[in-house]
């Protein structure tokens, strides 16, 4: 049976309630799209046999951020439709293909809790005995499978249902977005290879590459799809720009202090990765001279143990960085949800849109 968004109208009590069931519908169309697509691309081929189990469950892992932005988007200008749900889940399938490589440059063991692509891949091949490099073969394939989903994300919208003038209408924002994506993806890794970056440089890449990407170019994208004028889309823009801020400055802070199982990740692999995120720059910004000179050493370590890392969190703690973000974080999502007031964003969607911003800011540290 098709999934149809028609439960998802009919059960709305509020906003999360609203979104948790796009979410739902999401997960489905991306589960299954991906599913089929290995089916046609692996079945019965011994070098896809473990694609066919493991790129459906690393579609299912994810949050859905994206698409419920993007069709939020979309619910600023059109009733509810669910070839339009689809069109947002495609941006699912472009996150999981910068998901897939971005492990690979981070050379990052999990992901959502779980081995990343290139460790399972690498796994593989060391269980079947062959020859050669594993960890080589499962980067190559982790690549490769990136790149896939990279041709699904595209496919599945443009096998969306919308109709071709409703398509073209996202295509440039839809474009615009995975420019930015690989742009600010060598700005980061130009920051993490280089002394610190200044603050000014954090947020230029954080608004390239994670900012925009997240929240801001999912909405615009929607919201040109179902052809908001320019008053709402310069505003949902600007909303965009300030809760993408706000999300990764959340985002930096669990790299550094959150709990392994909520981020999926080692405890503090920004840290031992040397990632230059906006707490780790703010924190040197801050830190007085004895301060800096303790994270200055700690940085130059070769390899962090644990007793480094612990002396970098409490030092980096101690210079009020994560308490100046966490206020960073909150005067952000404060004045995107008031941009909203008076704006012509349809009523009905500005509650939504504050559930938002709050569901990607919030996450528990």
């Known amino acids: 049976m098709a999934v149809t968004t028609e439960g998802v109208v009919s059960s709305r009590t509020g906003p999360g309630d609203w979104l948790t069931s796009v979410n739902r519908v999401c997960l489905e169309h991306a589960s299954g799209f991906v599913a089929e697509r290995c089916d046609e691309q692996f079945r019965g081929r011994g070098e896809g046999s473990l694609a066919i189990e493991a790129l459906p469950e690393f579609v ?30 495609s941006l699912e399938l472009l996150h999981c293909f910068a998901l897939a490589q971005d492990d690979v440059m981070d050379r990052s063991a999990l992901r959502r809790g779980r ?34 989903f990279l041709v699904w994300s595209e496919q599945m919208l443009r096998e969306s249902g919308l109709p071709g003038t409703t398509l073209a209408r996202g295509w440039p924002h839809y474009d615009a977005m995975r420019a930015e994506l690989a742009a600010g993806q060598l700005a980061d890794l130009v920051n993490d290879a280089r002394t610190l970056p200044s603050w000014d440089a954090v947020l230029d890449v954080i608004r390239r590459k994670s900012g925009n990407y997240t929240v801001r170019r999912p909405l615009e994208f929607g919201a040109a799809l179902a052809g908001c004028d320019a008053r709402v889309l310069r505003t949902l823009g600007e909303y965009g720009g300030l809760v993408g801020e706000a999300f990764q400055f959340r985002d930096d802070l669990l790299g550094v202090f959150g709990d392994p199982d909520l981020t999926g990740k080692p405890v503090s692999q920004d840290l031992r990765d040397r990632k ?90």
Not at 69 to 74: I, L, M, S, V
């Open 276 to 365: 230059a995120s906006s707490v780790v720059v703010l924190a040197v910004a801050m830190a007085d001279a004895a301060q800096r000179q303790e994270l200055q050493i700690l940085l130059d370590e070769e390899n962090l143990d644990d007793d480094a890392v612990a002396g970098l969190r409490a030092t980096i703690a101690a210079t009020g960085a994560p308490d100046q973000l966490e206020k960073l974080i909150d005067r952000r999502v404060r004045k995107a949800v008031e941009l909203l007031d008076d704006a012509g964003v349809p009523a009905r969607m500005l509650e939504t849109l504050a559930v938002l911003a709050a569901r990607c800011t919030d996450r528990v540290l």
């Open 115 to 148: 081995p990343a692509l290139h460790t399972r891949f690498a796994r593989w091949h060391r269980d079947q005995g062959w020859s050669g490099s594993a960890t080589r073969f499962g980067e190559s394939a982790a690549v490769l499978f990136g790149d896939l």
């Open 60 to 89: 299912g892992g994810g949050k859905f951020l994206r698409p419920a932005f993007a069709y939020a988007g979309w619910c600023c200008g059109r009733p509810e439709d669910d070839a339009a749900v689809r069109a947002a889940t």
